[in-house]
């Protein structure tokens, strides 16, 4: 970008002093940050004309911060991560994206780069330029953008853990790093008030993390001015606490002033210091998008006392000024961006629009199937061991908490690219205690990752602040990059300040980005009751609000068996997995099973037919596959009524497939669950069964679930929420009787 000779046709009176450098920048710099300034205001202008001609259908401007922009793409480098928000078009321009690129994703083209016409102009997503895929929510980006930074210094500790390995989600998943590398991230000043902002904060300072995190504050929140949003107006006093932090607090208006404090600050975060904040107090000189009208909020006094500061024009001055360029060198500037502009619109508004055969397309990972015959193996069962006294021992029998543990220090040993945190997953933090050999860890609440973090040490497993959206967040932004972050959420009950993340943000990285980015990881959780005791807090399911999120698997497995297999299937994919655990069937004697060796999967959306049975079918999951069984034996045993019990075990993707043969078979189903009963997972199989398979059923489609309360901690009411064994019994047996 840095060139030093100004073209003397731009500045015939030639009046700069030639070696003049303006905090670094030469005059050259100016001159190319003044092409991009002004491509970027102009770029908004034409999108806003097209927009009121009704050929693009959204705009948002990035007028007024693009002077910030531009000033942080010259201090930053092309191998350092991006997640920008909408307002940084110039930034966007300044590190190689064009004015082109950005109205084919207005039009919403085939074509446009960013999303292949599936997102708002202004969500930026340029691969080639390490500009990572944005999204609409205010503040998502952040902990992301620390989970990106936390990937790099992995990496550069582990090269070897980039290197690509054929027969799992690393044949697809490109990894570069650069020891030194900064992650940008961008967000307004009404931003700040988002939890994930200080989540953030707190993270980045603590571990030290080369995040430079730059607020742009134009002093509203669409009609909503600072001094509502932050608590004394400004940012910078509320964040000044932070250890590790190098803060600047700039007029980001002025591109040198802005250029000189990114400097200090990337300094600061390429030495390792830790991150940086920068404070820049911009202009928006047009409403908040197209869809408001600042006249409603704004008097005109203060739009023009904005109007003075504007950075555009206050650039041009200063090349003037300084004799960098002269008057008709502006004109030459502004005359070749307006003719490009014209023909780049033009070209645009020719281009193709995205076929609506396309929608389905990078829901899922394109290249690897989970469901696929590659994910079938069979258990490796060691051998019988014969003891000094001649008799012969079985391989013992492991139970769903064991095989869990086991597959994840295979999968561990495996691939270097799976990292462990979560709440309580390490053995201990305060290392030197285990090195010391004063404590023998803990490894999670159910330690289900026990001994993990001794054996691959701190930077693999760790444990997080109690914050699930950073848990999230960061695991997404790690995934990016091509780690495979395997997190533990502690109890589904506690998932909740996570779900921004996990609907509006990591199941929908691919499909947004048109392929383009991918994040595929695992996040374990804790789920369901049967705890007596375990109360509202410590019981609840709701696996369906997540089955109802495209882009993301759902595995609920029964037994150990299917825990192992599941799980490694999870970990070796392509797509990102909720991995959901029961607690109560993680020491349950049903369901416990021989370690089945090191490659052992079970691949997803394959169901497991329990026992056969031919008067009626079950579809069932989790921990009420055993309640089932038990009441499909006593009615056999009772009433010869025979049951053929289906375990879903995979619920995102499920096995239609199975439970259709089935009720063709039977005529007669009933779909049992823990979840309170209504909108819950099985009004969805009954509504495909009641849809498809009309024809075959000779009763109606019956449901066995939870009460539509939450679970109480005194045991009778419990056993009166939940679904019991006899009351799938008493359901059973009138279905057959129907
Ligand atoms: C989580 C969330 N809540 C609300 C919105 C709607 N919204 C979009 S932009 C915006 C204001 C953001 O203000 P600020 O962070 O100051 O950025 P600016 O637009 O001023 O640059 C709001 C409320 C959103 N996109 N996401
Ligand atoms: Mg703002």
């Known amino acids: 970008m840095a060139t030093t000779k100004v073209d003397p046709k731009l500045n015939e009176n030639n009046t700069a002093k030639k070696a003049k450098t303006y ?34 259908f959204f ?18 480098k ?45 969500h930026w997503a340029y691969q080639r330029l390490n500009i990572v895929t944005q999204s609409s929510p205010t503040g998502t980006q952040i902990l992301q953008a620390v989970g990106c930074a936390e990937a790099g210094r992995y990496f550069a500790a582990h090269p070897k853990a980039s290197q690509k390995a054929e027969g799992d989600y690393r044949q697809f998943k490109d990894v570069q790093f650069q020891g030194d590398e900064i992650t940008y991230v961008s967000l307004g000043d009404g931003t700040t008030s988002e939890g ?12 030290r993390l080369p995040v430079m995190f730059c607020v742009q504050d134009n002093e509203y929140a669409i009609s909503v001015p600072v001094e509502v949003q932050t608590s004394g107006g400004n940012i910078s006093r509320l964040v000044s606490g932070f250890p590790n932090f190098h803060f600047e607090e700039v007029d980001g208006t002025d591109p040198v002033v802005a250029y000189a404090a990114f400097k200090r600050a990337a300094d600061h975060c390429r030495a390792g210091h830790g991150p940086a904040f920068v404070h820049a107090h911009v202009i ?27 950075p555009v024009p206050r650039l041009q001055m200063f090349l003037l000024r300084e004799g960098i360029l002269d008057e008709k060198g502006i004109n030459i500037i502004e005359k070749e961006v ?89 053995d201990c933090s305060r290392e030197e205690y285990l090195k010391q050999k004063l404590v023998k860890g803990k490894g999670g609440v159910f330690k289900l990752t026990a001994g993990l973090q001794s054996q691959f040490g701190s930077d693999r497993v760790f444990n997080s602040p109690i914050a699930e959206a950073n848990i999230v967040g960061r695991a997404t932004g790690m995934a990016t990059r091509g780690l495979k972050p395997v997190v533990e959420i502690q109890f589904f009950d506690y998932i909740w300040p996570a779900m921004m993340q996990l609907r509006d943000e990591l199941p929908i990285i691919r499909w947004r980005s048109n392929n383009a980015f991918s994040a595929p990881l695992v996040i374990r959780v804790a789920i369901g009751g049967y705890l007596t005791g375990g109360a509202i807090y410590h019981s609840q399911c709701g696996e369906s609000m997540f089955t109802h999120i495209p882009g993301l698997r759902v595995v609920f497995p029964s037994n ?23 607690k109560r069937l993680y020491r349950e004697t049903y369901g416990r099973a021989p370690y089945p060796g090191p490659n052992y999967m079970v691949p997803f959306g394959k169901a497991n037919v329990v026992q056969p049975g031919t008067d009626l079918t079950v579809i069932t999951y989790g921990a009420v596959v055993p309640r089932a069984l038990q009441a499909a034996q006593k009615l056999e045993r009772e009433h010869q009524v025979s049951v053929e019990l289906i375990d879903l075990r995979c619920l995102n993707p499920f096995d239609w497939e199975a439970i259709a043969a089935s ?4 005529n007669r189903a009933l779909i049992a669950y823990e979840d309170s009963l209504s909108w819950g997972y099985g009004a969805e199989i009954a509504a495909r069964i009641a849809d498809k398979l009309f024809h075959h059923l000779d009763a109606p489609v019956k449901r066995v679930a939870a009460t539509d309360t939450f679970v109480a901690y005194q045991p009778l009411l419990e056993n009166a929420i939940l679904p019991q064994s006899s009351d799938l019994f008493r359901a059973m047996k009138e279905l057959a009787e129907f």
Request: hydrophobic fraction near 40%.
């Open 78 to 122: 092309a191998s350092d991560w991006f997640y920008p928000y909408y307002r940084d078009r110039a930034l966007c321009l300044a590190l190689g994206a064009t004015p082109y690129e950005m109205l084919l994703q207005g039009v919403g083209a085939a074509d446009d780069p960013s999303s292949g016409g599936r997102q708002m102009p202004s």
């Open 560 to 582: 150990a068996l299917d825990a192992a297999g599941l799980l490694r299937t999870a970990i070796r994919c392509d797509d990102p997995v909720l991995f959901l655990e029961h």
């Open 59 to 76: 705009q948002i401007s990035g007028a007024g911060h693009e002077a910030i922009g531009v000033a942080a793409a010259f201090a930053l």
């Open 23 to 56: 905090q670094g920048l030469t005059s050259q710099q100016l001159i190319d940050a003044y092409r991009i300034m002004f491509t970027s205001r102009r770029v908004d202008d034409r999108e806003i004309l097209l927009k009121r001609q009704q050929k693009i």
């Open 284 to 310: 928006r000189p047009y409403s908040h998008s197209l869809s408001d009208d600042e006249r409603l909020y704004r008097p005109d006094s203060e739009r023009q006392a904005d109007a003075a500061r504007d």
């Open 196 to 207: 994930e902002f200080w989540e953030a904060l707190n993270t980045a300072s603590n571990r």
């Open 338 to 426: 307006e003719e490009q502009l014209q023909a780049d619109a033009d070209h645009a508004l020719e281009a193709l629009p995205p076929q609506p055969e396309t929608i389905y397309d990078y829901v899922y990972s394109p290249n690897l199937d989970p469901t696929s015959a590659q994910f079938a193996t069979q258990p490796v069962i060691a051998a019988p061991e014969t003891a000094a006294d001649g008799k012969r021992s079985a391989a013992p029998n492991k139970t769903m908490a064991d095989l869990i543990n086991t597959t994840l220090r295979d999968e561990m040993r495996r691939d270097e690219r799976v990292i462990i945190f979560g709440e309580d997953v390490a």
């Open 663 to 666: 009720v063709k078979k039977t």
